[in-house]
């Protein structure tokens, strides 16, 4: 049964950084594009990253770019966002996701599994 697992989720001051992690069950991680979408209630759901299985690139939502870097490590079948320099305006609840198309743009991202998500909360 396939499985995702965030972690890393938490209150932090505007400015500060959280790393998520994310741990895949069930499925090689690395054989799979892989992404991060967050979500606010109330609205739709915004891709934040992906990562392509092929090669290893990543791709990045405009509004995280030169912020947020998602990496994997293959020997923990594990994922990462690390968010840095975070704003109020990044709090959601954050996801990570087995792409269910190719990692070229976050905005066109599919996904057919999702973790339960981590909840993030950017404020003073």
């Known amino acids: 049964q396939f499985q995702l697992v965030e972690s890393g989720g938490g209150l932090v001051q505007p400015g500060g950084s959280l790393r998520l992690s994310c741990t895949a069950s069930?499925?090689?991680?690395?054989?799979?594009?892989m992404g991060w979408f967050r979500q606010v209630p109330g609205k739709e759901r915004e891709g934040v990253s992906c990562?392509?299985?092929?090669?290893?690139?990543?791709k990045y939502a405009d509004s995280v770019k030169e912020r947020f870097t998602t990496s994997k490590d293959t020997a923990k079948n594990t994922m990462y966002l690390q968010m840095n320099s975070l704003k109020p305006e990044d709090t959601a609840v954050y996801y990570c996701?087995?792409?269910?198309?190719?990692?070229?743009?976050?905005?066109?991202?599919?996904?057919?599994?999702w973790g339960q998500g981590t909840q993030v909360t950017v404020s003073s």
């Open positions: 069930g499925f090689i991680l690395d054989y799979y594009h």
């Open positions: 996701a087995r792409l269910d198309s190719d990692c070229t743009s976050v905005q066109t991202n599919r996904y057919d599994y």
């Open positions: 990562i392509r299985s092929t090669d290893g690139s990543t």
